[in-house]
Nanobody
Framework: QVQLVESGGGLVQPGGSLRLSCVASGSISSIYPMGWYRQAPGKQRELVAIISSDNSNYGESVKGRFAISRDNAKNTVYLQMNSLKAEDTAVYYC??????????WGQGTQVTVSP
């Protein structure tokens, strides 16, 4: 089993920055993808950023503003969010997919961008 615990969400003004962290426990391998999705009220969950052993991918709306990184020794993935906008407001979920394709989710952390 895999457990994911997020932290770092909160309230920030437009143009500000936040860094999210997600610590994974259980059967984790650095080979398989780990990352972040988000869901705003009334909208579908969408990809924010994901990282595997050899590449990373970003949702179109966050390219150039967000950066994902991973510390495999700590089983931790980070999301550095810069130049935040009101439309970035959402619950951010950590994600991991294992070798058989099973998907795991964290409990979510709220990010609110407001003056």
């Amino acid at each position: 089993q895999v457990q994911l615990v997020e932290s770092g969400g909160g309230l920030v003004q437009p143009g500000g920055s936040l860094r999210l962290s997600c610590v994974a426990s259980g059967s984790i391998s650095s080979i398989y993808p780990m990352g972040w999705y988000r869901q705003a009220p009334g909208k579908q969950r969408e990809l924010v950023a994901i990282i595997s052993s050899d590449n990373s991918n970003y949702g179109e709306s966050v390219k150039g503003r967000f950066a994902i990184s991973r510390d495999n020794a700590k089983n931790t993935v980070y999301l550095q969010m810069n130049s935040l906008k009101a439309e970035d407001t959402a619950v951010y979920y950590c994600y991991y997919r294992d070798y058989v394709g099973s998907r795991y989710w964290g409990q979510g952390t709220q990010v609110t961008v407001s003056p």
